[in-house]
């Protein structure tokens, strides 16, 4: 098998997908009910191809770069993160990282050579799996390739079966060590395979390997490498994400999108010395939390799950912004870094104080917990206090950008950052009067309808024929967040927002330019699930779903698969963890129209499609109960236990 570097190794591939989505033909298919993905390569004409997948776990995190070559042969590219082992400088991408190219990894011999491997198919459901054989035909190969759930290691569990008429010597290459110096101490890496030495296979007898990738400091004891073990935890920890809010809308991409994303979305959980924290991933972004993916979009998601870690991860991220939050009202951090012990905030304030007022007290409400309300509360009226200040003439929230960092213009005061206020007005208000304080809950409702006239004032226009939004004074063209604030209620110009977001200037079938007339085909996946999932709480889903079917099944069954992405071209739409929740959110704040109105107590406003038979979500988190929810021509029916 032939090593592949890392560093660019689905450019040429992703690039066609991103153009034209819609022209291309699914490459993946589905199996197994729609909890897994497999790609036929014996029959595959589309060669050469490449892609990757992310897996996390608690201590680890894996990015498995694979090439298929015209000849179907297969090479492997092994990313390792260890977010807990720090290195110099230990900021944002501190992260200890270690690629295990060819040289670095045991290789499988035959007779005493090395053994290449024709592919048969590929498959995914939360673990990598290549089914092969050897150049000769003589030996069949799986590979499955997964992170520990709890261990500092990646694991790749290999069967090989004698399919020939000879015996054959199988085995691994020697063992790779290497040693690296970080903030913590010396970091020992290994790439190690048990059993050592070779085995002899009779004609029909198969053999199995475990391959375990591993970091750890010198002076720590190390820990058994039971490969069986970790197969079945990893593959447990995945039935915790996806036993929770199972979809059932009868269009199958869409259920198999949405199983898929809850896993991406869950996994992606870290242990740090200030507690666990959700973190982005991508090569990047580890053991640090974000206002905008972890404090906006994945909380409020987690709430619907009642998975106890991802809350527990959830309360980490609300917590780790409070110490920065001062009385002379300086802007928050962006991110909190380090394991919570340092921060970033490069671009001053993106509007994150929003970002922050909007998630926590959504959180807090769909959890239904009181006491951690009563924990934010002081951290939610700091923030909304914050954003008062930043009001200008117009009533609108000043910020230096939004969450995009200057990528693209945002003007001084953008829609994104004052449509966040406008809800977090709206949900504090609810917090105060649950918990008895009905003075200030008026005030954050009149400051809330304050803000919903200052919106339509100062960014409710005309752009491009549309009655729609300006994302900024100023703006003449279209961008893909004016979906924001149907997300939030406002729905004055819903219809003429819905028709531009998914008119020629945006929409590109599969997937939504940033910017009208953008001739680079810059595209943010965050803004187009905003988009869906403003549109289906808006009531306005009629036609939208077949848009969201072409786009899930391009992200699930196209080039690179199987989640929601962050932006193309930047980085060649990495698999963010967050991306995966605002998916979800499409289901139960959109179409279910699911939205707090107390402590674990719902408004369920959701508008079924035309065309479409009843739709169902099963084990959501409601009131501190696993319930089901129904929606039929007639709406959401009561919840059935």
């Given at each position: 098998?032939?090593?592949?570097?890392?560093?660019?190794?689905?450019?040429?591939?992703?690039?066609?997908?991103?153009?034209?989505?819609?022209?291309?033909?699914?490459?993946?298919?589905?199996?197994?009910?729609?909890?897994?993905?497999?790609?036929?390569?014996?029959?595959?004409?589309?060669?050469?191809?490449?892609?990757?997948?992310?897996?996390?776990?608690?201590?680890?995190?894996?990015?498995?770069?694979?090439?298929?070559?015209?000849?179907?042969?297969?090479?492997?590219?092994?990313?390792?993160?260890?977010?807990?082992?720090?290195?110099?400088?230990?900021?944002?991408?501190?992260?200890?990282?270690?690629?295990?190219?060819?040289?670095?990894?045991?290789?499988?011999?035959?007779?005493?050579?090395?053994?290449?491997?024709?592919?048969?198919?590929?498959?995914?459901?939360?673990?990598?799996?290549?089914?092969?054989?050897?150049?000769?035909?003589?030996?069949?190969?799986?590979?499955?390739?997964?992170?520990?759930?709890?261990?500092?290691?990646?694991?790749?569990?290999?069967?090989?079966?004698?399919?020939?008429?000879?015996?054959?010597?199988?085995?691994?290459?020697?063992?790779?060590?290497?040693?690296?110096?970080?903030?913590?101490?010396?970091?020992?890496?290994?790439?190690?395979?048990?059993?050592?030495?070779?085995?002899?296979?009779?004609?029909?007898?198969?053999?199995?390997?475990?391959?375990?990738?591993?970091?750890?400091?010198?002076?720590?004891?190390?820990?058994?490498?039971?490969?069986?073990?970790?197969?079945?935890?990893?593959?447990?920890?995945?039935?915790?994400?996806?036993?929770?809010?199972?979809?059932?809308?009868?269009?199958?991409?869409?259920?198999?999108?949405?199983?898929?994303?809850?896993?991406?979305?869950?996994?992606?959980?870290?242990?740090?010395?200030?507690?666990?924290?959700?973190?982005?991933?991508?090569?990047?972004?580890?053991?640090?939390?974000?206002?905008?993916?972890?404090?906006?979009?994945?909380?409020?998601?987690?709430?619907?799950?009642?998975?106890?870690?991802?809350?527990?991860?959830?309360?980490?991220?609300?917590?780790?912004?409070?110490?920065?939050?001062?009385?002379?009202?300086?802007?928050?951090?962006?991110?909190?870094?380090?394991?919570?012990?340092?921060?970033?905030?490069?671009?001053?304030?993106?509007?994150?104080?929003?970002?922050?007022?909007?998630?926590?007290?959504?959180?807090?409400?769909?959890?239904?917990?009181?006491?951690?309300?009563?924990?934010?509360?002081?951290?939610?009226?700091?923030?909304?206090?914050y954003c008062r200040r930043q009001l200008n003439e117009d009533g609108v929230v000043r910020s230096n950008c939004d969450e995009l960092e200057r990528r693209l213009p945002a003007g001084d005061a953008n829609l994104c950052t004052s449509a966040l206020y406008y809800d977090a007005l709206r949900h504090a208000a609810i917090i105060e009067r649950e918990i008895g304080s009905a003075d200030a809950a008026a005030d954050c409702e009149a400051r809330a309808a304050v803000m919903a006239a200052a919106i339509e004032r100062h960014f409710g226009h005309e752009v491009s024929g549309f009655r729609t939004y300006r994302y900024y004074k100023g703006c003449e063209v279209l961008r893909a967040w004016i979906g924001i604030?149907?997300?939030?209620?406002?729905?004055?110009?819903?219809?003429?927002?819905?028709?531009?977001?998914?008119?020629?200037?945006?929409?590109?079938?599969?997937?939504?330019?940033?910017?009208?007339?953008?001739?680079?085909?810059?595209?943010?996946?965050?803004?187009?699930?905003?988009?869906?999932?403003?549109?289906?709480?808006?009531?306005?889903?009629?036609?939208?779903?077949?848009?969201?079917?072409?786009?899930?099944?391009?992200?699930?069954?196209?080039?690179?698969?199987?989640?929601?992405?962050?932006?193309?071209?930047?980085?060649?739409?990495?698999?963010?963890?967050?991306?995966?929740?605002?998916?979800?959110?499409?289901?139960?704040?959109?179409?279910?129209?699911?939205?707090?109105?107390?402590?674990?107590?719902?408004?369920?406003?959701?508008?079924?499609?035309?065309?479409?038979?009843?739709?169902?979500?099963?084990?959501?988190?409601?009131?501190?109960?696993?319930?089901?929810?129904?929606?039929?021509?007639?709406?959401?029916?009561?919840?059935?236990?």
């Amino acid at each position: 098998m032939k090593s592949l570097l890392f560093a660019g190794v689905i450019f040429a591939s992703l690039f066609l997908g991103a153009a034209e989505p819609n022209r291309i033909p699914p490459r993946w298919s589905l199996a197994d009910g729609g909890t897994r993905i497999v790609w036929n390569v014996r029959d595959e004409k589309r060669l050469p191809h490449a892609d990757s997948f992310e897996m996390s776990g608690l201590r680890v995190s894996l990015i498995l770069s694979y090439s298929v070559a015209a000849d179907r042969s297969l090479a492997l590219g092994r990313r390792v993160v260890w977010p807990a082992l720090r290195v110099q400088p230990n900021n944002t991408h501190g992260s200890f990282i270690y690629d295990f190219t060819e040289d670095k990894m045991p290789r499988l011999t035959a007779d005493g050579k090395p053994c290449g491997e024709v592919v048969d198919s590929i498959s995914f459901d939360g673990v990598w799996c290549a089914e092969s054989h050897s150049e000769d035909g003589s030996l069949r190969i799986v590979r499955r390739v997964f992170p520990s759930v709890g261990n500092p290691a990646a694991f790749e569990l290999v069967e090989v079966e004698n399919a020939g008429g000879a015996p054959r010597g199988v085995g691994f290459s020697d063992d790779f060590a290497d040693y690296r110096l970080g903030c913590t101490g010396c970091y020992e890496v290994r790439a190690q395979a048990f059993p050592s030495g070779v085995c002899t296979l009779a004609p029909g007898e198969k053999g199995a390997w475990t391959l375990r990738l591993s970091a750890r400091r010198v002076n720590e004891p190390d820990f058994q490498a039971d490969g069986a073990a970790e197969l079945s935890s990893r593959r447990k920890r995945m039935a915790e994400f996806t036993s929770a809010v199972v979809l059932e809308t009868g269009i199958p991409e869409i259920d198999a999108e949405f199983h898929f994303a809850k896993i991406r979305a869950g996994e992606s959980i870290f242990a740090t010395r200030t507690g666990v924290i959700h973190s982005p991933g991508g090569s990047a972004f580890y053991a640090a939390t974000w206002c905008n993916d972890q404090v906006e979009y994945a909380g409020p998601w987690f709430a619907f799950t009642g998975d106890e870690l991802a809350l527990e991860a959830s309360m980490n991220a609300y917590r780790h912004y409070i110490p920065f939050m001062g009385p002379r009202y300086d802007p928050i951090p962006s991110s909190v870094v380090a394991e919570g012990l340092d921060y970033w905030n490069g671009q001053r304030d993106r509007g994150d104080a929003a970002m922050y007022a909007y998630g926590a007290a959504r959180f807090v409400l769909a959890a239904g917990r009181r006491d951690w309300a009563k924990e934010l509360l002081p951290a939610i009226r700091w923030s909304l206090e914050y954003c008062r200040r930043q009001l200008n003439e117009d009533g609108v929230v000043r910020s230096n950008c939004d969450e995009l960092e200057r990528r693209l213009p945002a003007g001084d005061a953008n829609l994104c950052t004052s449509a966040l206020y406008y809800d977090a007005l709206r949900h504090a208000a609810i917090i105060e009067r649950e918990i008895g304080s009905a003075d200030a809950a008026a005030d954050c409702e009149a400051r809330a309808a304050v803000m919903a006239a200052a919106i339509e004032r100062h960014f409710g226009h005309e752009v491009s024929g549309f009655r729609t939004y300006r994302y900024y004074k100023g703006c003449e063209v279209l961008r893909a967040w004016i979906g924001i604030p149907l997300c939030m209620g406002i729905y004055d110009r819903a219809e003429g927002t819905t028709a531009a977001l998914f008119s020629p200037a945006l929409w590109t079938g599969g997937g939504m330019l940033s910017a009208e007339g953008d001739k680079n085909g810059v595209t943010w996946d965050r803004s187009l699930l905003y988009a869906f999932r403003g549109v289906f709480a808006a009531g306005l889903g009629d036609g939208v779903m077949d848009k969201l079917r072409e786009y899930s099944r391009s992200r699930l069954l196209g080039e690179h698969v199987p989640y929601p992405v962050e932006a193309w071209p930047e980085e060649n739409m990495r698999h963010l963890s967050a991306e995966s929740a605002l998916y979800c959110r499409i289901f139960t704040e959109g179409l279910f129209g699911l939205d707090p109105n107390g402590f674990g107590s719902f408004a369920m406003d959701g508008k079924l499609p035309k065309g479409f038979r009843p739709m169902r979500i099963r084990n959501v988190r409601i009131g501190g109960k696993s319930v089901t929810l129904t929606l039929t021509e007639d709406g959401v029916l009561p919840p059935t236990n």
